[in-house]
């Protein structure tokens, strides 16, 4: 019994004898040092020591079985210790008479294992918990072995591929990707079993139906006393990349369609004014020189007709300041807001003066952005304060800040003056929208429209709060971090 002599020198393990009738005889006195029993205690215990075991994996068969037909045994059997505690032990026994046909007696030996059932037991949970985990994830999961072949795919993986665990199995990792990616998929994989990082792959894969698909690859090699294993995961992003493919279109066509546009503006501002110069021109000289022989409609005909040219000239102004807020945008910079309000407030002196009027600022922070754009942004907002003042009411204006989410701040410019119904609010942000009589209150109506461009440019929002005769408040974000 070469084997239990070789086994019972692992400890913790006691030797014993019984006899063809299954009765203990001789028990090592390691047996109290493993169990707690003392030999003779064990001995007269018999199948007592036995613990009911869930798993049927040996025990009553080892003790119950015909031991001159079955002289040997070797199983794992659950044992009670002194304190009543479930004992895992691995057993071997045999023929102390080297005649299988002719037993005259058992010796057998048994090694304590419960610290390595625990572990097992732990590892199979572990497992187990990994697979339910694995399962349900909306994501797929595979790993391959050190000879680069699938042994283990999720449900996910299986439905992304379209290829069963039949079809999958034992089939190399390459197997999935399309013929036209796999050369560049080759020059990517091996640096990260060279490096031992992780690899990211974007590429396709063929299902068996020939349906090609855009997934992401994540893998990362572990290696061990065996070679190595790949796991991974992979993630369809078909979707994703046929929405990449529609915003690269879409961004052509912005360009495309910025370029028209800049183009648009370059003939606005050359050959669309140069008429209305002329036309400005031979208007004044008429005033000048022609207007002894001009009857009362004659001169009010004319006055007519240099107001409208007047009109057209700042439609065309105003319309080439909006377009170019992006076609000829200058980068963003740190700017001082309070040095961009003064020289606004100082602009503006004589239409202050004239209302009646003040303007308050409050201390404002720096912020990144056009410097110009936000000359014009607060040009046109503090200037629609001013002109839109209540009669007989002179006009306030403050311009005040708050810090709002991290990296951003939130402004105000909030006046007395005549307001508006909120429920005309979509409208004033729109190109050459008026709420109010081009007789009473001059402007193209485009202030307001070229005041959102800007803040949008800037990745903000503007909006306002407005009550009839009681005056409006226009708000708006901009980023503060430089």
Known sequence: MRRL?????????????????????????EVQAILGHSPQTFVAMGESVLAPDPQSSGGEYWLSRDLRQCPEFHGNVMVFNDAGAVRWLEVLEGSSAGNSDAPAGIEGVA????????????????IERFREISESSPIGIFQVDPDDLFIYTNLRWQTITGRTLRETLGRPWWD??????????????????????????????????????????????????????????????????????????????????????????SIASHDLQEPLRKVMAFGSRILENCSAVLDERGRDYLDRMM?????????????????????????????DLNETVMEVVSDLEIRIKQSGGRVEV??????????????QLFQNLIGNALKFYRPGVPPV??????????????????DNGIGFKEEYLDRIFKPFERLNPRSQYEGSGMGLAICKKI?????GDISAHSVPDRGTQFYFTLPTRV
């Open 5 to 29: 002599r070789l086994l019972a020198q692992l400890a913790p393990s006691f030797f014993y004898t019984r006899d063809l009738d299954g009765n203990f005889i001789e028990v090592g006195d």
């Open 111 to 126: 090694r304590d294992i419960t610290v390595q059932r625990e572990r097992e037991e732990d590892l199979k949970i572990r």
């Open 176 to 265: 999935v990707i399309c013929l036209e990616d796999r050369e560049s998929v080759f020059e990517i994989w091996p640096r990260g079993e060279q490096q031992g990082d992780e690899t990211l792959i974007e590429c396709r894969i063929q299902r068996p139906n020939g349906e090609l698909r855009w997934v992401e690859l994540r893998s990362k090699c572990f290696f061990h006393d065996y070679g190595k294993n790949f796991f991974g995961t992979i993630e369809d992003i078909t979707e994703r990349k046929k929405t990449e493919e529609q915003l690269a279109q879409y961004a052509a066509e912005l360009k495309r369609s910025n370029q028209d546009l800049e183009d648009f503006a």
């Open 307 to 335: 107001q409208a040219t007047e009109r057209m000239q700042r439609f065309i102004d105003d319309l080439l300041k909006y377009s170019r807020i992006s076609t000829k945008a200058n980068p963003f910079e740190s700017v």
């Open 362 to 375: 409050a201390p404002l922070p720096r912020v990144t952005a056009d410097p110009l754009q936000m000359r």
């Open 397 to 414: 204006v403050q311009v005040k800040s708050e810090e709002g989410a991290s990296g951003w701040c939130r402004f105000s410019v909030e």
């Open 455 to 459: 803040v949008l440019r800037h990745g």
